[in-house]
């Protein structure tokens, strides 16, 4: 009897207010981006806590980072795009960019070569593909052949891909 006392207590009902959708904290971190980084990164980490599987949330969260040089927190925010959506070609290739600059080039370079198997036409990550081939290929005496003619083989890509028609 003492619980229905204390539930008529309560008052009357009142509509209850919906919370900021995930997608719709993406959109403000988007409009955010070239005015205010810092309340895009708020934005996109409130998108990603409605919605951890919001792949371009974390790409952008992570280009952020990566922008700030915060290079271990935009690499796992890469990665974690990738996880949500592995077959993107612009997630590869921002995971290939902070690898490299984290000083991991074997792994920028598995990472270049899968964004341009997604996607053959993405002229930089050729052209970075190209650069650190060349890199390589000149510091190793085994098989720095091999790694130099890649580097010709993606220059030569580029080269096609950003001629002007």
């Known amino acids: 009897m003492g619980d229905l006392v204390s539930i ?19 959109e403000r971190g988007c409009a955010l981006e ?31 980072q990566h922008d700030a040089g915060e290079l271990a927190a935009a690499e796992t925010s890469y990665r974690l795009a990738i996880c949500a959506s592995d077959a993107v070609a612009l997630y590869w290739f921002n995971l290939g960019v902070v690898l490299e600059d984290l000083g991991r080039r074997a792994e920028a370079i598995a990472a270049y070569e899968r964004c341009v198997d997604l996607d053959a036409a993405c002229a930089d990550a050729h052209y970075n593909l190209a650069r650190l081939c060349e890199q390589l290929g000149r510091a190793r005496a085994v098989d720095g052949d ?10 030569l890509r580029y080269r096609r891909l950003t001629a002007v028609r």
């Open 8 to 26: 008529t207590k309560l008052g009357p009902r009142r509509g209850m207010r919906r919370a900021t959708s995930a997608l719709a904290w993406y």
């Open 34 to 64: 070239t005015v205010d980084a810092a309340g895009a990164r708020f934005a996109y980490e409130r998108a990603l806590a409605g919605r951890p599987d919001l792949a371009d949330a974390h790409c952008n969260l992570g280009r952020l």
């Open 146 to 155: 091999v790694l130099i003619l890649r580097a010709v083989q993606h220059l």
